[in-house]
């Protein structure tokens, strides 16, 4: 590999970022949700959990990075196929672990909306990759091509606030108890805050772009062996008596393909007209992420600590509100794959965050 030029990061710095992608990806899916509010102090975190989100989150921004101009529509369809994991992976789309569920087809299909349009599309994809774009890079390509809404929310304080109380409620519906959630949101955005001030740190301010620092197209090669060992090995050694008949798995291979094929639909269009959107980008200090990490702890602890004999209401709401919201970025995904307007020619958006 040759040397790095003055403009990109040598390999110590991409590593430690992929890390830092990995864990962000881990905390919103993971710990937001509660389904495991300690993954960065347990084995199986570690050696499963982490690897799992970072190996996604890697090779999936790297194929959207390949076009000069990173669309709206080609991150939902990434997002979606990331969530399609929860099928051959962990099984929860054919037969859900929390008990009886509507199964239609083989499939889950409550949990196919909650998962694959929104969850895993937002909490484990966009939204991470949002955050490590605004906290540790000097350009703003996801954020300038975020359309309507999806951009006044994730450009601005008041978006970012509401996400991170969003989530600090929705995990006290998971928590066994308030100690747990303050416990669980100060020691994950501890670990968090530590790598951001290492990279900090080793990089020492250099305007890196989230381009330069994803995986290039050789090391994008050698990260598809252990993610494709890693979907082996977990289909096989996960609840494979959930694995469905011909049936069920047909609609999942369908998933794949749709999800696949409009994919490659953006993509190309990408290519085509590769504009950027002109847009006032988000820019926050650090003490703004600080203090969305408190707020994240006190909204957790505050709804388990209030809310909990709302709890299954909150949770029927919250899965109601992602499943419009997913389905409501998914349509606005297909309009902009097969219908842009005003597309103009490349203008590189970089802005240097504050440290």
């Keep these: 590999m040759s040397a790095p030029t003055p403009n ?26 509660g389904a495991d509010m300690f993954p960065f102090f347990h084995g199986w975190g570690l050696l499963v959990v982490v690897p799992l989100y970072g190996l996604h989150i890697l090779v999936l921004a790297h194929l959207i990075f390949r076009a000069p101009r990173v669309r709206f529509s080609s991150l939902i369809f990434a ?30 299909p409550v949990e196919t909306l909650v998962l694959v349009f929104w969850w895993h599309t937002w909490f484990a994809f966009l939204i991470p990759l949002l955050a490590a774009e605004s906290i540790l890079t000097s350009g703003r390509e996801i954020h300038a091509g975020l359309p309507g809404v999806f951009g006044r929310i994730f450009n601005s304080r008041w978006g970012w606030t509401a996400v991170l109380i969003f989530g600090g409620v929705f995990q006290s519906v998971n928590s066994p108890s308030v100690g747990r959630s303050l416990l669980s949101g100060l020691s994950t955005t501890a670990v968090l805050a ?10 020492r301010g250099k305007p890196y772009s989230l381009r330069d620092l994803l995986p290039d197209r050789r090391q ?31 609609v999942i291979w369908m998933l794949y393909a749709v999800t696949g094929l409009l994919l490659l639909l953006s993509q ?31 909204a957790a602890a505050g709804g388990e600590l209030l809310l909990n004999p709302f709890a299954e209401p909150l949770a029927v709401f919250g899965w109601l509100a992602g499943i419009v919201f997913g389905l409501t970025a998914f349509i606005k995904a297909v309009q902009l794959t097969f219908h842009t307007p005003g597309d103009r020619p490349h203008v590189p958006i970089q802005q240097t965050p504050p440290h």
């Design 268 to 298: 190309r269009k990408a290519v085509k007209a590769h504009g950027s959107r002109s847009r006032e980008t988000f820019s926050p200090p650090t003490r703004f992420w600080l203090g969305l990490a408190g707020i994240f702890t006190l």
């Design 8 to 33: 990109q990061p040598d390999l110590k710095a991409k590593l430690l970022f992929w890390l830092i992608l990995a864990a962000f990806s881990t905390f919103f899916a993971e710990v937001v949700s």
């Design 194 to 203: 530590g790598l951001v001030l290492l990279f900090r740190r080793l990089t």
């Design 79 to 108: 997002g979606m196929l990331f969530g399609l994991y929860e099928a051959y992976l962990t099984k929860v789309l054919w037969a859900p672990p929390w008990g009886e569920a509507v199964i239609t087809a083989g499939v889950a």
């Design 220 to 250: 994008f090669r050698i990260l598809l062996i252990p993610t494709g060992l890693m979907y082996l090995i977990l289909t096989l050694i996960l609840r494979p008596e959930a694995i469905p008949g011909l049936t069920g798995q047909l």
